[in-house]
């Protein structure tokens, strides 16, 4: 097994210059999306209005979830396979930017994935608004050699023209949804509705051909809706749909409550983390509750909560007054552009420490990436440039941790080096973050980090790789650097085992 980023900087992907394979999968022309494009932004708009004028996502979900009983979709939304009581399924979320960090990904989930039984794509499947033409080079050409059926759960993204994309690809070629009624004029829904982004009339018109990239019987899926279950040998995966601001309303709820009963052990695929950077984000549920009072019952019998939407990966092993453990995973490292981990503060929440927390890339790794990408954005890279020895060293400084890894040469931390770490968003000890919160890091935070791709490795995606037995699920992030030697024999950046009781 290669080196991880825990072993090595070489692991991590610093110091190499041959660039892997992956390329050779793209098509000749690719999109780059940028965040920071006006443009962009403004096709992506619909999250911003649904939180000022009122999120309609509720009702239009309700409406598909109906269209979809009415053509035989099972009721209770469970998806019955045969899979015997030993297999495997991978887990790969934000996906689809369909450049360069996506299609880097996919030779080692390829090889990683070659015995297993299922894929679930946890979040965002298309960016930058879920629209039907982009599913082409952005599903069904990167993932055309993995020769086992895709369920999905959708994102935000994939909410911003009300699914209706997602809707086709995942559930049967479900037909447009008819048009609702005109809201009464001059209210917050006819606001809404003035400026909501809406796809083209012949958005998607090239599917039936795209299809034919992933036309094999093995590799069909059929879901009954944006949510659902799986019964797959032992266990139960339950996905669920957050829509565009991370809430679920409350005829899901009652589903999910619903679903939830019951001995066999479950694990819950969510589009919303529920422990992320630091914090406990629990999603709430329109009339009361929260997804995770559902996941910490111990009648539900729940193991672990994997969320997307993040675009890194972070496990949190939080144990309950039961005595039990539930493994609480950030998995949205599949493609799209990389969130900071840097920025996350020493840890401390619901008992996990430093100690127990894991996150990749790792911070030193994060600021490293940063800071490079500004320095040539901003065109400073002497000013701003720090080498993964600085990065790291500083890291440990600021919080007081280890380095989880022993840099190849020592580093002084100097004032340049601690200044473009505040600069930056670097993350503090809890008892001193009030003290530091300057006003530049909240710009950082909210601007800069949701930035634009990067087009040279290393890229810092993963995906996961659970197998199942009836006495455990060992549950491993695969890192891909773009790089050739990560992509030959992707690394292993964490494992846990689960036990299944």
Request: aromatic share 10%.
């Amino acid at each position: 097994m290669s080196d991880s980023s825990r072993d090595t900087a070489e692991g991590a992907g610093w110091g190499t210059t041959e660039r892997g394979a992956y390329q050779q999968l793209m098509p000749r022309d690719v999109e780059k999306i940028s965040w920071l494009n006006p443009k962009t932004l403004w096709a992506a708009r619909n999250g911003v209005l649904a939180s000022w004028f009122g999120d309609p996502t509720g009702r239009t979900r309700s409406r598909w979830v109906a269209q979809r009983a009415a053509t035989g979709a099972p009721a209770d939304k469970v998806i019955r396979r045969d899979d015997p009581d030993r297999f495997s399924f991978l887990v790969i979320g934000d996906t689809g930017e369909g450049d360069d960090p996506q299609y880097a990904v996919v030779p080692g989930f390829l090889r990683t994935g070659q015995d297993t039984s299922f894929a679930v794509l946890a979040s965002d499947v298309i960016y930058p608004v879920g629209s039907a033409d982009d599913y082409g080079t952005k599903f069904f050409r990167p993932y055309q050699d993995y020769r086992a059926p895709i369920y999905a759960i959708p994102g935000n993204h994939d909410w911003y023209e009300d699914l209706g994309g997602f809707m086709r690809v995942f559930c049967d070629d479900a037909p447009p949804l008819p048009p609702e009624p005109r809201p009464r004029p001059l209210g917050r829904a006819w606001l809404r509705s003035l400026l909501w982004h809406r796809p083209r009339p012949d958005d998607g018109q090239h599917l039936a051909e795209e299809r034919k990239l992933r036309s094999d019987t093995a590799q069909q899926a059929v879901q009954p809706g944006p949510y659902w279950a799986i019964d797959a040998g032992p266990v139960r995966i339950v996905g669920i749909d957050t829509g565009l601001l991370g809430t679920l309303d409350a005829e899901q709820g009652a589903w999910l409550r619903e679903v939830s009963q019951g001995p066999r052990p479950k694990i819950l695929v969510t589009g919303s983390p529920l422990y992320v950077d630091g914090r406990h984000e629990p999603c709430s549920i329109e009339g009361g509750g929260t997804v995770d009072d559902i996941v910490r019952d111990p009648a539900h019998h729940y193991v672990a909560a994997i969320g997307g939407d993040i675009h890194n990966y972070q496990r949190y092993p939080v144990r309950l007054a039961d005595g039990r453990t539930l493994q609480y995973v950030v998995a949205g490292g599949g493609g799209a552009f990389m969130h900071a981990t840097h920025t996350i503060p020493r840890v401390n929440v619901a008992g996990v420490t430093e100690q127990d927390f894991r996150c990749y890339p790792l911070r030193g790794d994060s600021l490293a990436f940063y800071s490079r990408l500004y320095g040539r954005r901003l065109r400073m890279r002497r000013f701003f440039t720090l080498t993964e020895a600085e990065a790291t060293a500083v890291i440990a400084e600021r919080l007081g941790i280890k380095p989880a890894r022993a840099p190849r040469t020592s580093a002084r931390v100097t004032r340049r080096v601690r200044l473009v770490a505040g600069l930056l968003g670097t993350g503090r000890r809890p008892e001193r973050a009030k003290r530091f919160r300057l006003p530049v890091r909240k710009i950082y935070t909210s601007l800069f980090s949701p930035s634009s791709a990067t087009y040279s490795p290393p890229f810092f995606k993963c995906f996961l790789r659970l197998d199942v037995s009836p006495e455990s699920v060992r549950l491993r992030c695969y890192a891909a650097t773009g790089n050739r030697a990560q992509e030959v024999d992707p690394p292993v950046e964490d494992e846990v085992t689960i036990p299944l009781g």
